[in-house]
């Protein structure tokens, strides 16, 4: 019996919050009509095509980091409904690997919810996509999120470890995102022209995009496990 | 577990001055009221702002002591963490200069409020240093959140480390994205609202008067604070003690 | 079934003057206790008196505040994730996930640790989860079988010693027994074991030795 590395842990605890959501489908049934309605109530609250179209990318990451709030917790509960999380810290799991897994699969569910965001915006909001912007959407909607998902995951290992203060995860989230939210929403701008910007605008914002999700998923990696420690 | 005091211990268990405190509270004193006349009286008014310049020289030292308050903060999380001793004092000395630090942001958003509000008439514009420190406070308040969660002393520290650390680390990504953010938007400069003067010599001496005074206070504040903590630790410490003693008490009278 | 008998002959547990809290409060208040290998203790006492505590200790989750310990021959202070690589530990919850079933929660556990598919469906078929219960979903099952399945995942992991926080709690009659054979046979090929239960009875059939705690100290010690 030799201990698998550090990759095949991650591995593992990806396959297992994936087949998990997979199963409950708390993704699709629950989060993304949550997200959904969030659009609609949007349409509510500012009332005007001009202006919808105009903030449409701003909307939609506003949607994002709440219902990334939801998922995570989530992710979270399901660890420590049956005590699971103690029990990959007594399995002496490596917590780096951990994280990586339960980072790696937040990533994915939010780029799904991501897809059907963008999908709402559009038959909503009315944004075109360009072609030429392609490029720019795809990859700083993939780093942002990347970035969201290693903050999220972060903080919700450290509010789901104390007792009644899960309500500490916005708080700890929303201000240190805050750059993922003004990266993302120019660049997909940018990518949709929105406000007559030109996509070379949006470049800039995948530079800072990226290095914060570098900066926090290595961060993350290190801090996670002495971060829910005893 | 050793309570970790610092060797040059209060001298007095009434309180948490030393002579060396009495000093520097009068040097503190001094110089504020030195930064009072010179801000105030001495230093001329803004060709165009007139007297409501003179909030800046409470404005500006503000928010450098905000800004050295954090990086105090994120050395002594760092020295908490990865020293050998996992030092309790480093953890004291980050938490009360959070704390600090965040009292200084409160000040300097006040007054950058009254500032703006005096000068353009309105309380806030999205210019890049409100922003970025509106921000900050946030996070730092979290961050003193996060100290203030149930645990054992260590676990208390430790995590307060690690997320003090996480805080500076995210400082220079939210004032790159939002000066980023900011500079997108031509009309702040265009209409000059940005609180920002050109600074002749006896403005930027006063200026600089400010900011010694604040570091000064700053400084005392930290002395005290810290001190205020590790009181508190000790008489946590005792207190266990107590706990012990009645614990085993408990048991003994149930057998 | 070898629990880790390369490990030595260290006893299993050696708690010296142990501290421990909860949040400020001394859950344990200066505890002395030694545990030999492949011995069956049962710990009994009110509650409020420890027993969950000085489990969570031995398992390496909650720190020492004062005094010190050494588990399986780690050291609690120093060597906390090795001391946790040894034990395995079932409380009031079992460790699982509810919407996998028995073989996906098996199988998740035993890849974590390098286990291979043998040992897996071993232990599955010692605790009798194999069959029918193997493709069921955790949350479809009894308190009873809920347990089992976190014994085999204790077996998968060839704990040394296990800990266990009231494990008859929450069974049938038939079920307890079940779970003695179980703690039995585990003793038997060389896990030490450590339970907490406020059931006496049992402790006479089952236990090697009873340790009664109060007040976060050992207060009786015996056969």
């Avoid at chain 1, 994936?18 to 509510?44: D, G, H, N, W």
């Avoid at chain 2, 409160?106 to 000068?119: D, E, H, N, P």
């Avoid at chain 3, 897996?120 to 605790?127: D, E, G, I, K, P």
């Amino acid at each position: 019996m030799s201990s698998p590395n550090r990759l095949r842990v991650a591995q593992i605890v990806f396959a297992k919050d994936l087949r998990i959501e997979r199963r409950s489908k708390v993704l699709t049934s629950q989060i993304m009509p949550f997200a959904v309605v969030t659009l609609v109530l949007f349409a509510f609250a500012l009332d005007g095509d001009v202006i919808l179209q105009r903030t449409a990318p701003g909307l939609v990451w506003l949607a994002m980091l709440f219902s990334s709030m939801i998922i995570v917790q989530r992710s979270f509960a399901v660890e420590t409904a049956d005590g699971a999380l103690d029990a990959l810290r007594v399995a002496g799991a490596d917590m780096s690997a951990v994280f990586l897994g339960k980072w790696l699969a937040l990533v994915v569910q939010l780029l799904l919810l991501e897809l059907v965001l963008l999908v709402g915006a559009v038959v909503m909001y009315g944004i075109e996509l360009r072609g030429s912007g392609i490029v720019l959407l795809v990859t700083s909607s993939i780093s942002a999120t990347c970035g969201l998902s290693a903050v999220s995951t972060i903080y919700a290992g450290l509010a789901s470890g104390v007792r009644g203060r899960e309500s500490l995860l916005p708080l700890l989230v929303l201000p240190v995102a805050s750059p993922v939210l003004i990266g993302a929403t120019r660049a997909a701008e940018a990518s949709f022209g929105t406000g007559g910007t030109v996509t070379s605008e949006g470049w800039p914002w995948l530079g800072v995009l990226s290095v914060f999700a570098v900066v926090f998923g290595f961060g993350g990696s290190l801090a996670f496990g002495p971060l829910i420690d005893d | 577990m050793t309570i970790d005091t610092p060797t040059s211990t209060t001298a007095s268990t009434r309180g948490t001055s030393t002579p060396a405190t009495r000093v520097l509270g009068i040097l503190t004193i001094a110089m504020t009221l030195w930064l009072g006349v010179f801000g105030l009286l001495l230093s001329p008014a803004d060709r165009d702002q007139g007297d409501a310049v003179r909030i800046m020289y409470v404005h500006v030292p503000s928010v450098w002591l905000a800004y050295l308050a954090f990086i105090v903060t994120a050395l002594a999380s760092g020295v908490h963490l990865f020293g050998k001793r996992h030092s309790l004092q480093a953890d004291r000395v980050a938490g009360a200069s959070a704390e600090i630090g965040v009292v200084f942001m409160a000040v300097t958003l006040v007054t950058g409020m009254l500032w703006g509000r005096i000068t353009w008439g309105v309380y806030w514009q999205w210019d890049a240093r409100l922003t970025t420190t509106a921000l900050l406070f946030i996070s730092y308040v979290g961050y003193l959140a996060v100290r203030g969660l149930e645990g054992s002393r260590e676990q208390r520290a430790r995590r307060s480390a690690i997320v003090g650390l996480l805080a500076v680390l995210e400082v220079p990504l939210v004032h790159w994205s939002v000066k980023l953010w900011r500079s997108l938007h031509q009309e702040a400069t265009v209409l000059g609202t940005d609180l920002d003067v050109s600074l002749d010599g006896l403005m930027l001496f006063s200026l600089f008067v400010g900011v010694v005074a604040f570091t000064l206070l700053f400084v005392w504040l930290l002395l005290h604070r810290s001190r205020m903590l590790t009181m508190i630790d000790l008489s946590a410490e005792s207190g266990l003690d107590r706990a012990l003693a009645q614990r085993r008490a408990e048991g003994g009278a149930s057998i | 079934m070898d629990f880790h008998a390369e490990i030595g002959e260290s006893p299993a547990v050696a708690l010296q003057d142990a501290v421990a809290l909860i949040s400020d409060f001394p859950a344990l208040a200066g505890l002395d206790l030694t545990v030999a290998r492949g011995e069956i203790i049962m710990l009994t006492g009110p509650n409020g008196a420890g027993k969950t505590t000085l489990l969570r200790v031995c398992a390496g989750l909650t720190p020492l505040a004062r005094g010190n310990g050494q588990v399986m021959g780690a050291d609690i202070a120093t060597g906390r994730e090795e001391v946790r690589r040894r034990v395995g530990m079932v409380a009031h919850s079992n460790g699982l996930y509810d919407e996998l079933t028995v073989r996906e929660n098996l199988e998740f556990w035993g890849a974590l640790i390098g286990a291979g598919d043998d040992e897996v469906r071993q232990a599955m078929s010692m605790m009798g989860l194999d069959g029918r219960l193997a493709t069921v979903p955790v949350r479809g099952l009894s308190a009873g079988q809920r347990r089992r399945t976190a014994f085999a995942i204790l077996v998968v992991r060839r704990a040394g010693l296990w800990l266990l926080d009231e494990p008859h709690a929450g069974l049938d009659s038939n079920a307890r027994d079940e779970v003695d054979e179980i703690l039995k046979h585990a003793a038997s090929s060389g896990a030490t074991v450590m339970l907490s239960s406020h059931e006496h009875d049992r402790a006479q059939k089952l236990a090697t030795r009873e340790v009664r705690l109060a007040g976060g100290v050992v207060v009786g010690d015996g056969q």
